[in-house]
């Protein structure tokens, strides 16, 4: 293997923003999977979707932990099998949080089209269907995974999730993803086009809106990663790992923004998870969080109220 100095200074700024963005990623989608928890208004179907998106997320980002962990403790190089098994949950998570961005469009989507079926559908049985693709899509995804772990066991790579798809897995997780965000494309147009014709609830309009930025957000990222690199890999066909590692790092951290962003968009897009975050963050500063005003993001601190759990 080509030597890879991962303490190169100009890998800093995307291992800075790497790490930085998952823990901001797994505080944000922990207080979304929180707001379900006290929140009986959040336990809505679409709302338990949302939460078990936010909980995938937390796994898939409490890989940056690791990385993070590896990395400042001078030992940022594993053999690729050693990382499979590590980041076998992360990986896992990563691939069914993906999916279920779309799975959480085809729900609005059934709901808004027809909600009197919608409303009668067992919700039980309802969310295990819903759970079973993404389940089966990232469980196909890491088999094709292990069969080329399997060929390069010790081979060292950066203990990064993303490392641990070389030869084919690495190709097959990008169209495989790739599917996924056309798909996702094309069910949150029909979704908007659908909301605009129909008269649909304010509360339905802004979960709808909040729910197609994060979409977007996730999107813009992945797109710029993957056209980047294809058009790069195009013009450079002899890139060294080195070359590699530098966009990885430095680019990578893109479609880590959708995800670190969830919790920010539907703090400022909708009323619920809004009123829900500014009580959990009551609890969390001890009283001294206020929002200034509804519907607005912004907030001050005082010293004389006591938390409210």
Same mark, same amino acid.
């Given at each position: 293997m080509e030597q890879?100095?991962?303490?190169?200074?100009?890998?800093?700024?995307?291992?800075?923003?790497?790490? %930085?963005?998952?823990?901001?990623?797994?505080?944000?989608?922990?207080?979304?999977?929180?707001?379900?928890?006290?929140?009986?208004?959040?336990?809505?179907?679409?709302?338990?979707?949302?939460?078990?998106?936010?909980?995938?997320?937390?796994?898939?980002? =409490?890989?940056?932990?690791?990385?993070?962990?590896?990395?400042?403790?001078g030992n940022p190089?594993?053999?690729?099998?050693?990382?499979?098994?590590?980041?076998?949950?992360?990986?896992?998570?990563?691939?069914?949080? =993906?999916?279920?961005?779309?799975?959480?469009?085809?729900?609005?989507l059934f709901c808004?089209?027809?909600?009197?079926?919608?409303?009668?559908?067992?919700?039980?049985?309802?969310?295990?269907?819903?759970?079973?693709?993404?389940?089966?899509?990232?469980?196909?995804?890491?088999?094709?995974?292990?069969?080329?772990?399997?060929?390069?066991?010790?081979?060292?790579?950066?203990?990064?999730?993303?490392?641990?798809?070389?030869?084919?897995?690495?190709?097959?997780?990008?169209?495989?993803?790739?599917?996924?965000?056309?798909?996702?494309?094309?069910?949150?147009?029909?979704?908007?086009?659908?909301?605009?014709?129909?008269?649909?609830?304010?509360?339905?309009?802004?979960?709808?809106?909040?729910?197609?930025?994060?979409?977007?957000?996730?999107?813009?990222?992945?797109?710029?990663? %993957?056209?980047?690199?294809?058009?790069?890999?195009?013009?450079?066909?002899?890139?060294?790992?080195?070359?590699?590692?530098?966009?990885?790092?430095?680019?990578? &951290?893109?479609?880590?923004?959708?995800?670190?962003?969830?919790?920010?968009?539907?703090?400022?897009?909708?009323?619920?998870?809004?009123? =829900?975050?500014?009580?959990?963050?009551?609890?969390?500063?001890?009283?001294? &969080?206020?929002?200034?005003?509804? *519907?607005?993001? *912004?907030?001050?601190?005082?010293?004389?109220?006591?938390?409210?759990?």
């Open positions: 890879i100095d991962p303490y190169n200074p100009a890998v800093f700024p995307g291992i800075f923003l790497t790490i %930085g963005l998952g823990i901001v990623g797994i505080f944000g989608n922990a207080n979304i999977v929180w707001a379900s928890v006290r929140n009986r208004r959040l336990r809505s179907t679409c709302n338990t979707i949302i939460a078990v998106t936010a909980l995938s997320d937390i796994f898939h980002q =409490a890989a940056h932990l690791v990385f993070a962990y590896c990395y400042l403790s190089f594993l053999s690729i099998e050693t990382a499979f098994y590590i980041f076998l949950i992360p990986a896992f998570n990563m691939c069914f949080g =993906a999916f279920l961005v779309l799975s959480i469009g085809i729900d609005r808004v089209s027809f909600p009197s079926l919608y409303s009668r559908v067992e919700s039980n049985m309802y969310l295990v269907l819903t759970m079973i693709p993404p389940a089966v899509y990232s469980i196909i995804i890491l088999y094709q995974c292990y069969i080329q772990v399997e060929k390069f066991k010790e081979r060292l790579i950066i203990a990064m999730i993303a490392e641990i798809f070389v030869g084919d897995s690495h190709y097959y997780c990008n169209v495989s993803q790739a599917i996924v965000y056309l798909l996702s494309i094309i069910v949150y147009t029909s979704l908007w086009i659908v909301v605009r014709k129909k008269s649909a609830e304010v509360s339905t309009k802004k979960l709808v809106k909040s729910l197609s930025f994060i979409m977007l957000s996730l999107l813009v990222g992945w797109l710029f990663v %993957g056209v980047f690199t294809t058009v790069y890999g195009r013009t450079h066909p002899n890139i060294s790992h080195a070359d590699s590692y530098f966009f990885h790092m430095n680019i990578g &951290w893109l479609i880590n923004l959708g995800i670190s962003a969830n919790y920010f968009i539907y703090f400022a897009f909708n009323d619920e998870y809004r009123r =829900a975050f500014s009580g959990q963050l009551r609890i969390l500063t001890c009283g001294r &969080w206020v929002a200034q005003r509804s *519907g607005s993001v *912004g907030a001050t601190f005082v010293t004389s109220h006591t938390p409210t759990f």
